[in-house]
């Protein structure tokens, strides 16, 4: 097998792409599209946002050491893209997008109400790195879409439609086709599910409940 080489750069794909919202107190909100976050930490949870000085959101996110990140789900792929080609500097964005921006529990920045999930931020450090800068961040507290709990308290998060961003193309979430851990999990004697070629498959899932909560990444 051939490989074709590429000069360096970003190729670390899918990636969520977010709706990173922020606001000085008094001022207009803004609401920046951000594809290079990610968790840093799980104990205690951190998260980090890098973004380019030059943006609007940069500076608010300076002065306030806040923000919140809002999952995008389908419905809100085509705002998370209007937010991540115009500045808050002309326009006001929620507005333009019809967001309702509602108060965050722990930090002044405000949460998106249509996003699934709401992680609002404290910055504990900005790293400059060059094109960006990295907001390193503790979370402070996350707010979910209660309609993706069930009666029994347990939520479903992959029943929120999440987007994926990959190599400047968005896409909603397929067909799942494991969960973690399941490459070592035992399965039941009794598991004799046969592939299209009538070898056992270890590769299909087992048609359980849906996954349990948290994982210990
Ligand atoms: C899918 C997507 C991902 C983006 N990711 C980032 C990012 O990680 N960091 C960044 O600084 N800008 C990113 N941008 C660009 C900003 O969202 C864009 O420049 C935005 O207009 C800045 O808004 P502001 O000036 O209101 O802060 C992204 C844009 C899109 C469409």
Redesign the pocket.
């Known amino acids: 097998m051939t490989r074709k080489s590429f000069k360096p750069g970003n190729m670390l794909y899918p990636l969520p792409?977010v709706m990173v919202s922020c606001q000085i107190p008094g001022e207009q909100p803004?609401i920046?599209?951000?594809?290079?976050?990610g968790t840093v930490c799980s104990d205690p949870a951190m998260v980090s946002?890098?973004?380019?000085p030059e943006?609007?959101?940069?500076g608010i996110i300076s002065r306030t050491g806040e923000f919140v990140i809002n999952l995008v789900n389908e419905q809100l792929t085509r705002c998370m893209?209007y937010?991540?080609?115009?500045?808050?500097?002309e326009i006001d964005?929620a507005e333009e997008c019809r967001l309702h921006l509602i108060p965050s529990e722990k930090v002044q920045a405000p949460s998106i109400a249509e996003s699934p999930v709401c992680i609002e931020c404290r910055v504990v450090q900005t790293i400059p790195l060059g094109s960006?800068d990295m907001f390193l961040a503790r979370v402070e507290a996350v707010t979910v879409d209660e309609t993706l709990m069930d009666e029994k308290g347990k939520f479903h998060l992959n029943s929120a439609g999440l987007t994926a961003?990959s190599h400047g193309e968005y896409f909603s979430l397929g067909r799942k086709i494991g969960s973690f851990g399941y490459s070592v999990r035992k399965k039941p004697a009794s598991d004799h599910r046969k592939s299209r070629t009538g070898k056992r498959n270890t590769a299909i899932p087992k048609k359980k409940g849906s996954d349990q909560g948290r994982t210990k990444e």
């Open positions: 792409a803004d920046i599209t951000v594809a290079w976050a946002v890098s973004i380019r943006r609007f959101s940069h893209d937010c991540g080609v115009k500045s808050g500097r964005k960006h961003y």
